[in-house]
């Protein structure tokens, strides 16, 4: 299907151990986005990428890492889960700088 | 750091009503979209405006870009109950395609 899809839809961890989160899209959009969105803070940027290979950081990077080997991917890895990453993780790409982007339906986590 | 404030954070009003959500900055954004979110979804664009001044209109929504594109509003003619939803603005920065979000507006329309 057609779109950008983000797995797994939920997840439950425990504290420590390592979880990662898939995003893929379909569209070989260059940019791509993660994001998590917490009451109060609204949605802030984890990291981004605007190519393959090429990463960056976002507002919110520590105890994240990500890498992009293929254009459609963006894995996004909790190294050492902790409870302040209980959240809603959403991955988001866009074809360009200027036009806007498509989200993925996210992915609810929980730390416990 | 740019930081966006949206306002109102909550609005509660009854079908037919007008409502307007700003959305307000100190720093100059290349493009400024429009997002609404439902609840279990990701944020749906709605537009993308990119120049200053400009004005944009989507069947009862018209949104409006600041002459010094620091700045925009979001104006809701006769709200329908379908409207309701989580609003969000969102800056742009041309050099790193990076967006920057606003708090975001709750909006709920009652029949």
């Known amino acids: 299907d057609a779109g950008i899809t983000q797995s797994p839809r939920y997840k439950i961890t425990e504290t420590g151990r390592q979880v990662t989160l898939m995003c893929h899209q379909t569209w070989s959009h260059s940019y791509m986005f993660w994001y998590r969105q917490d009451l109060g803070h609204g949605l802030r940027l984890i990291y981004y990428s605007a190519a393959a290979d090429i990463t960056d950081k976002g507002e919110v990077p520590d105890g994240y890492v990500v890498s992009r080997s293929k254009t459609e991917n963006f894995p996004l890895t909790l190294e050492s889960a902790t409870r302040s990453q209980t959240s809603v993780y959403f991955c988001?790409?866009?074809?360009?700088?200027?036009?806007?982007?498509?989200f993925g339906s996210g992915t609810r986590l929980t730390v416990v | 750091t740019q930081l966006l404030e949206q306002s109102p954070q909550f609005l509660s009003i009854q079908e037919g009503e007008n409502l307007t959500v700003y959305c307000n900055s100190s720093s100059v954004f290349s493009s400024l979209q429009w997002y609404r979110q439902e609840p279990g979804e990701g944020p749906v664009l709605l537009v993308t405006?990119?120049?200053?001044?400009e004005v944009k209109k989507l069947k009862r929504l018209t949104f409006q870009f600041g002459d010094a594109r620091k700045d925009s509003s979001l104006h809701i003619t006769a709200a329908q109950p379908g409207d309701t939803g989580l609003y969000l603005c969102a800056g742009g920065s041309s050099n790193t395609g990076k967006l920057i979000f606003g708090q975001g507006t709750t909006l709920q329309v009652k029949p």
């Open positions: 988001a790409s866009s074809p360009d700088r200027v036009y806007g982007y498509t």
């Open positions: 405006v990119v120049t200053g001044g």
